[in-house]
């Protein structure tokens, strides 16, 4: 018997935030596993689940997956996370992935996921779903990401600040994900547009080192950890007329 691969959504740092289903896994007798930068380097994902008080069991293993662009390289190691999965898997155990936020988002565990389907399509893959860190960063900051008929995008800030500008015409609410190398840009474009009073920056939504700032020009020349998102809420956006339901420009 082929073990089944679970890729366990943690949310994003509360550790009450974890669903049922996750709990039960995390209790299970399936092997862990879990993503870190370097060898022996920390694991978010790992410190969620250690801050809902379980222990790290024998059987848990690391992946490594770099902070890198270069698909070559990432793909070295997604090889190598997999083939280390595949062995657990096809010796008959089951294996979780943790995840930090939720794993259909963003998120390593796709990559691992596809790399072993790849190599053994026996191979049974289970996403459990959870919370995203933009869910419980609007919650936290009380800043609603839609109502009625609005609109919203999700996108990592590194698509750009002409991307970022242009999205604002479009979108009543926008998340941008992974500010840190574009932050002072961004908060420069929103200045420029009036956007300031109406945006969010949240650090670590949900976790003991949660951070919000409704005040985004002060973080300008600041370096913020990577686990950093913006929400902007536009509500110059000329919109046409509602129809049934949805907008007809």
Same mark, same amino acid.
């Given at each position: 018997?082929?073990?089944?691969?679970?890729?366990?959504?943690?949310?994003?740092?509360?550790?009450?935030?974890?669903?049922?289903?996750?709990?039960?896994?995390?209790?299970?007798?399936?092997?862990?596993?879990?993503?870190? %930068?370097?060898?022996? @380097?920390?694991?978010? /994902?790992?410190? $969620?689940?250690?801050? +809902? =008080?379980?222990?790290?069991?024998?059987?848990?293993?690391?992946?490594?997956?770099?902070?890198?662009?270069?698909?070559?390289?990432?793909?070295?190691?997604?090889?190598?996370?997999?083939?280390?999965?595949?062995?657990?898997?096809?010796?008959?155990?089951?294996?979780?992935?943790?995840?930090?936020?939720?794993?259909?988002?963003?998120?390593?565990?796709?990559?691992?996921? %596809?790399?072993?389907? @790849?190599?053994?399509? /026996?191979?049974? $893959?289970?996403?459990? +779903? =959870?919370?995203?860190?933009?869910?419980?960063?609007?919650?936290?900051?009380?800043?609603?990401?839609?109502?009625?008929?609005?609109?919203?995008?999700?996108?990592?800030?590194?698509?750009?600040?002409?991307?970022?500008?242009?999205?604002?015409?479009?979108?009543?609410?926008?998340?941008?994900?992974?500010?840190?190398?574009?932050?002072?840009?961004?908060?420069?474009?929103?200045?420029?547009?009036?956007?300031?009073?109406?945006?969010?920056? $949240?650090?670590?939504?949900?976790?003991?080192?949660?951070?919000?700032?409704?005040?985004?020009?002060?973080?300008?020349?600041?370096?913020?950890?990577?686990?950093?998102?913006?929400?902007?809420?536009?509500?110059?956006?000329?919109?046409?007329?509602?129809?049934?339901?949805?907008?007809?420009?």
């Amino acid at each position: 018997m082929i073990g089944t691969l679970y890729g366990v959504s943690l949310g994003p740092g509360d550790p009450e935030l974890m669903t049922r289903r996750a709990w039960a896994l995390l209790h299970s007798s399936a092997d862990w596993t879990y993503p870190v %930068k370097r060898k022996q @380097g920390e694991s978010y /994902a790992l410190k $969620i689940a250690l801050a +809902a =008080g379980l222990e790290v069991p024998e059987n848990s293993t690391e992946l490594v997956f770099p902070m890198t662009h270069d698909r070559e390289i990432l793909a070295k190691y997604w090889l190598q996370a997999a083939q280390v999965v595949l062995e657990k898997l096809q010796a008959g155990r089951d294996v979780i992935f943790l995840v930090e936020g939720d794993a259909s988002t963003y998120s390593t565990f796709q990559h691992l996921a %596809k790399t072993v389907a @790849g190599l053994d399509e /026996a191979v049974a $893959i289970e996403t459990i +779903a =959870g919370v995203s860190s933009f869910h419980a960063a609007a919650a936290r900051a009380k800043m609603p990401l839609a109502d009625t008929d609005d609109t919203v995008a999700i996108i990592p800030a590194g698509y750009g600040i002409e991307m970022i500008e242009n999205m604002l015409l479009d979108f009543d609410t926008l998340v941008l994900l992974k500010v840190k190398p574009l932050l002072d840009d961004i908060i420069s474009l929103l200045e420029r547009k009036e956007l300031l009073s109406q945006s969010c920056f $949240i650090e670590k939504a949900g976790s003991s080192e949660e951070r919000i700032i409704h005040n985004v020009l002060s973080l300008r020349g600041e370096k913020v950890n990577y686990l950093s998102l913006l929400m902007v809420h536009n509500s110059h956006r000329m919109r046409g007329e509602l129809i049934r339901g949805c907008r007809k420009k």
